[in-house]
């Protein structure tokens, strides 16, 4: 498991499609300076079982939403301490009218890994990577 968030930190999820869509580098070290949204609680919860928060998220198409739905944007800059790869196993639901498969609720195994290319070899499916980040101050 993950050390405890020190004064300054903050965890942020980064999904796997948009980093392979965007082609995102996130390397230990890095200075970055992003536009950050609430993450999906619930989506947290099934990976970790209620084990772990990570409360923001790099959505790179938060931007495209209806005003109404707009949501609540963080700006954070400061470097990237830790990068843990995320993956999951996924089953079939238990719920009859569920379809698809869906991720085995507190199966998540994370990796600390010092950068989100290449991926690192792993069980399951990556679903993302939480990218621990100490703030800069002005």
Do not use: C, N
């Not at 495209?64 to 999951?88: C, F, K, L, N, Y």
């Not at 498969?101 to 290319?117: F, K, L, N, Q, Y």
């Amino acid at each position: 498991m993950s050390p405890p968030l020190r004064p300054g930190e903050v965890d942020v999820w980064l999904w796997e499609w948009q980093v392979a869509e965007d082609r995102r580098q996130v390397l230990l070290g890095e200075t970055v300076m992003w536009d950050l949204v609430p993450m999906d609680q619930d989506w947290i919860s099934k990976l970790f079982a209620d084990r772990r928060s990570v409360p923001l998220q790099l959505d790179t198409y938060a931007g495209h939403s209806e005003p109404a739905d707009a949501p609540e944007w963080t700006r954070m800059s400061g470097v990237v301490q830790r990068i843990e790869h995320v993956s999951v196993r996924y089953v079939q639901p238990t719920d009859p009218s569920g379809t698809g498969s869906v991720p085995e609720r507190g199966a998540a195994v994370v990796h600390t890994v010092p950068s989100i290319w290449p991926e690192q070899p792993h069980t399951g499916s990556t679903t993302g990577w939480i990218v621990r980040i100490v703030e800069a101050f002005s």
